[in-house]
């Protein structure tokens, strides 16, 4: 398998894609890797999610990243991985995360404290997920966590629009991960136009944020623009 650690960092953007309409989450997933967002999550808690990970893993192939968000249990990262899954994202640290490990699979993890991480850490994800992140200050809590732990790929999620997507990867996030401000309604039946406009900004952030890739300070009129670091 390639290694997710190298996508992460190369594409900087985690879509996570949660509806209440199978065939719209569906029609999602393929709007946004078309679009240029190849590294989805499609939420268990979203409506027949299972089939929709094997619908998007028919269409897309063996070599897409495909990610199961919201993996609680053991039995929730094995059937995701049945159902096709090759990235296992969860809400926090338990034994989804345990069973991903001992698949073999990659593993964002959902951490919120120091304490957190360090257990995150010793479990053996590949990058951890700072959720929820604007609960807790947003990119300002990011800073603050990456004082002890410099080297830690953190994912913030939660809340992260444009705007604030350009600020934590400024400050050292290696990606971000983002839902209902790029999602919109669109996995619910909404316009895939709409879908695509949103992706588009969120791309140009992402490669704007690339390492070796510099811009000037986020302008309001115009939130796709990145920090410098």
Do not use: C, H
């Not at 650690?5 to 946004?32: E, H, K, Y």
């Not at 808690?45 to 929709?52: I, P």
């Amino acid at each position: 398998m390639r290694d997710f650690s190298t996508a992460l960092r190369t594409r900087r953007l985690v879509a996570i894609v949660r509806g209440t309409d199978p065939d719209a989450s569906f029609r999602t997933v393929m709007t946004l890797v078309e679009s240029g967002v190849p590294l989805v999550e499609v939420s268990l808690s979203g409506a027949d999610a299972l089939g929709v990970l094997r619908r998007a893993r028919a269409e897309l192939g063996a070599d897409a990243w495909l990610g199961a968000g919201t993996v609680l249990t053991a039995d929730d990262a094995r059937r995701a991985a049945e159902a096709g899954a090759n990235l296992i994202v969860t809400p926090g640290l338990g034994a989804g995360v345990d069973e991903a490990v001992r698949l073999g699979l990659p593993v964002l993890g959902g951490v919120l404290t120091p304490t957190d991480v360090i257990a995150a850490e010793a479990a053996g994800v590949t990058a951890l997920k700072i959720f929820p992140a604007s609960a807790m200050g947003g990119p300002a809590y990011l800073k603050a966590l990456r004082a002890p732990f410099p080297g830690t790929a953190f994912v913030p999620v939660g809340g992260v629009d444009a705007v604030a997507a350009a600020e934590y990867l400024a400050l050292g996030a290696v990606a971000v991960g983002v839902g209902s401000p790029l999602i919109g309604d669109a996995a619910d039946g909404g316009e895939l136009s709409a879908l695509r406009t949103r992706a588009a900004e969120f791309v140009r952030v992402a490669e704007a944020a690339r390492p070796g890739e510099a811009a000037g300070p986020v302008d309001a009129a115009d939130p796709t623009q990145a920090v410098r670091r």
